[in-house]
């Protein structure tokens, strides 16, 4: 008799049906779950400041900004949660109940040890699909470090690298400015000795 193995490919719809009732997110790459992971108080706090900055300078134009509980669909077999996504102009969604966003001009993510690489590689790459895709931040939680990515013509990528709190970055895809001393407000650093 034959052993019964468990299923280890599920379709898109098998995962968008399961996603709505599951306390636990996951994001979704080609028939396979990824787990979404419990996140730090730092990273929390860096969300929480990003969120409020970005608020405050776009909630009087036609800017969008959507946290952590909003799917991104990046291509037909590969929805995530990014930690925090932006539209400039009108959001796009795949379905009436507006769940998931298809049209983020402005990604960012809070780089955690257990998906740092993820973040920086397959994630990155694959993001870079989606054509209204213009900037990308990657934020260190660990110490002061932002790396900010903008789309350039012919679909190269200008990184720009950010280290010290009194730094600000321009963000063109939404017309925002922030500082790392805003981003960083309240987040316990270690202490350089």
């Known amino acids: 008799m034959a052993a019964i193995l468990p299923k ?19 994001e979704y790459y080609d028939g396979k779950l990824l787990p979404r992971l419990g996140i730090s108080e730092s990273h929390c706090i860096i969300c929480g400041n990003l969120i409020g900055l970005l608020y405050r300078q776009t909630r009087k134009r036609d800017c969008r900004i959507y946290t952590s509980g909003m799917m991104v669909k990046v291509s037909n077999n590969h929805y995530v949660y990014s930690d925090l996504a932006a539209v400039y102009g009108q959001s796009f969604f795949e379905q009436v109940d507006q769940k998931i966003l298809l049209n983020p001009n402005l ?7 257990s998906t740092e690489g993820y973040d920086r590689g397959a994630k990155f790459e694959n993001y870079r699909s989606i054509p209204s895709f213009q900037e ?14 903008v789309r350039q013509p012919e679909s190269s990528w200008l990184l ?7 730094d600000k970055i321009q963000l063109p895809s939404i017309d925002c400015t922030l500082s790392l001393a805003d981003i960083y407000e309240k987040v316990d650093l270690p202490v350089d000795e």
């Open 160 to 166: 720009t690298e950010y280290t010290q709190l009194t």
């Open 8 to 26: 280890t490919y599920i379709t898109v719809d098998e995962y968008l049906a399961a996603e709505e009732i599951s306390e636990l997110k996951h």
């Open 107 to 113: 990604i960012v993510e809070v780089l955690s040890p």
């Open 136 to 149: 990308y931040i990657l934020i260190a939680q660990d110490r002061i470090y932002l790396e900010h990515h």
